[in-house]
């Protein structure tokens, strides 16, 4: 009876010990390799260990992110994509999908980052986190070649305005403020054929893809760019916050090409110039 009691003490006490030790702190070597909770890994690991790197962008912001005639994505930023994964080894993904969803998107997990011009605003660096820009941009108003009216961005009174929901010029267009109605739009293939029709009479974007679609454009009516570039900004890779590894790691990339000239000539392909502050 005695050596049944000693038994059943003993086993109690190896099972206490054993609760004991999974509701205390975490195994500090253990805690150092995964992140915040044992054997979790930061982004960094993630895209290693899965061996593809996903970069979400919309698509449709010519020179920087668009289709070609082939139906291939292609753009500054697509260029600078495929180097930031052949820096970190691993394979990459783009998907496509409308800019407003994209950071939120990243936020939830769906990618790793946000390529697709993204301008570094103080809004945007509250919910993620930014590299060092590869290249900067600023609005710029746009109106039919023929427009007597329109004189630069930041008079806007009495005007309808379009703009790229969710994009770094909608908030510079509304904080000017003064317009009688504000469009939205998904993209600047449809913004641009509705300032042909006459549908707004100035058309709030980068001055990357104004200068871009002005030359290339063969149609009618023409169009042009007025006044001064509004509110300049970095240009940068969307990253997910308190991910320091990643972000390091891009950082490192993104200097090493800027320094051996790749960036240079990424931009002289899609851009004609170059970005030198």
Known sequence: MMKKLLVVALLFALVFVGACGKSGKEDPDTAAAGGTNAGELNALERIKQRGKLI????????????????????????????????????EVEFVIGNIAGLIPGMIAGKYDLVMSGLMTTEERKKSIDFTVPYAFDGTIAVTLETNTTVEDMTKLDGLVVGVIGGSAHQPNVEAIGGYKELKEYPG?????????????DLYATGRIVANDYIQNDTGSPKLKMVGEVYNPLDIAVGLPKNEPELKEALNKIIEEKRADGTLAQIEMKWFGFTFEK
Do not use: C, H, Q
């Not at 698509?59 to 994964?85: C, H, M, Q, W």
């Not at 600047?188 to 707004?200: I, P, Q, T, W």
């Open 55 to 90: 970069i979400a962008t919309s698509g449709n912001y010519r020179p920087v992110t668009f289709t070609n005639t082939s139906g291939e994505l292609v753009g500054s930023d697509i260029d600078v994509g495929k180097l930031l994964a052949e820096g970190l080894g691993v």
């Open 188 to 200: 600047n293939a449809e913004a641009f054929a509705d300032l042909k029709n006459g549908r707004m």
